[in-house]
Each structure stands twice: as C-alpha cells, then as structure tokens.
C-alpha cells in the first residue's frame, strides 16, 4: 500500500517567515507533485519533480521553491509566506513518466499565516 | 499547458438517484484521466480511470465515458447512497503532470 507522509497536518505561520513542508512516499516513485487546494478553484499544480534534483514549474510557481534531494521526499519551500498563501497544500507522488498510473496523495497540510 | 474544466460545481440528488458530472480538457496530448473522491477532511483517493484508448469504463455503480474527439469525460454514478456525498475531481494527464478541474460537491439526500 503506497504510502504518501506529510510532515504536518497545521501549521501557523508569520508573514515573512521561511516556510518548509515535507513529503515523503515509501513506494520508490519517480514523480512527485505539491498541489495548492482552495475552494472552487480545485487543485492547482505548484512545481513537479520527475527525479532527484530534477524539477519544473507548475501553474503557480510564484512565491514558492522545492528541493527534491532524495527520490523519496520531496519538500516545498515558502521563501517569505505571505497571508495569500494560506491554503491546504497536498503532496502526490505516481510511478514513473514512463507509464500513465493514478497519483497518490498526502493527507494535506492545512497552512494559515498571519 | 493543459486545462481542465469540471461541471457542475455542487450537484444534489435524492438516494437511489443518477449522478453526472462532466469535463472537459484542452490538450489532445493527454491521454490518461483518473477520477479522485474526497471525503471531508481527507486525502483525494482515485475511484475509477479510463485511458484514452478506452471510451468506457465501468466498475460497479460508477462508469466513466470518454470522447476524444470531442475533448471531454463524464462520470455516472446509479443507485447513488448517502456515502458517496463527497467532492469529486477530474484530472488529465500525460505521462507525467496531473491537471485537476475545480472539483464537484455532490450531495445525496436521504
């Protein structure tokens, strides 16, 4: 059974602080992804990671970075969180580019900053 | 990059009913399109896929179709029951990314 761990469930953080979020999946997957979710607008797709070290630009980028330094965490960065960035963030990881199988997700990291 | 409209945004049916929710994408590149539920207050979870080598695919009560000409995929849910209240999505991917539409709050009514 895959397993996809985020780090925190809350967290409250302070306008301008450095924000880290962590995922790890214990399946060995190549792809792994951090959504933003907010209400109506689904979820939106922040950077993706096909490898270690590896990284692209999803739809909304701005205002975040990722670190993938192990195939299987992969960690997003807020550089200075901001009270737009509230929102529930969800980390997915899937096999492999080479075959089109579902993503699993995270249980979701509900972040409000003030 | 690809986009993904999903519609309604909130359905409500009475148990035992139908339920039907539609998509549509842009990309003709995309050629995967799962299906996730999620229950308040937890993760998405896939419920069903379909590829696009397939124009129909059904597992139990719940069947998705898909056009590729015309660039859109339902999901049908019959005899539907008070647990299948959730938020659904659609996606579409290929390969690698997963675009997600808006999401439809589905209601089932006692």
């Known amino acids: 059974d895959v397993k996809v761990t985020q780090s925190s469930r809350y967290l409250v953080k302070r306008t301008g602080e450095k924000v880290f979020l962590e995922c790890v999946q214990d399946?060995?997957?190549?792809?792994m992804f951090w959504y933003r979710q907010d209400p109506g607008l689904g979820l939106r797709l922040i950077y993706f990671?096909?490898?270690?070290?590896?990284?692209e630009k999803g739809d909304i980028p701005e205002g975040y970075s990722v670190s993938r330094e192990k195939k299987e965490r992969f960690s997003l960065i807020l550089e200075s969180a901001s009270t737009n960035q509230t929102s529930m963030y969800l980390c997915?990881?899937?096999?492999?580019?080479?075959?089109?199988?579902?993503?699993?997700f995270g249980q979701g990291t509900r972040l409000t900053v003030v | 990059g690809e986009n993904v409209e999903q519609h309604p945004s909130t359905l409500s049916v009475q148990e035992g009913d139908s339920a039907v929710i539609k998509c549509t994408y842009s990309?003709?590149?995309?050629?995967?399109f799962p299906w996730y539920k999620q229950e308040l207050g937890k993760r998405p979870q896939l419920i069903i896929d379909?590829?696009?080598?397939?124009g129909e695919k059904k597992d139990q009560r719940i069947a998705v179709t898909l056009n590729k000409t015309a660039k859109h995929f339902s999901l049908h849910i019959t005899e539907t029951q008070p647990e299948d209240s959730a938020v659904y999505f659609c996606?579409?991917?290929?390969?690698?990314?997963?675009?997600f539409g808006s999401g439809t709050k589905l209601n089932v009514k006692p």
């Open positions: 379909i590829r696009s080598n397939v």
């Open positions: 990309d003709s590149a995309s050629n995967y």
């Open positions: 399946m060995d997957h190549e792809n």
């Open positions: 996606a579409a991917s290929n390969f690698n990314k997963f675009y």
């Open positions: 990671s096909y490898d270690v070290k590896m990284k």
């Open positions: 997915a990881s899937s096999l492999s580019q080479l075959m089109n199988t579902e993503a699993f």
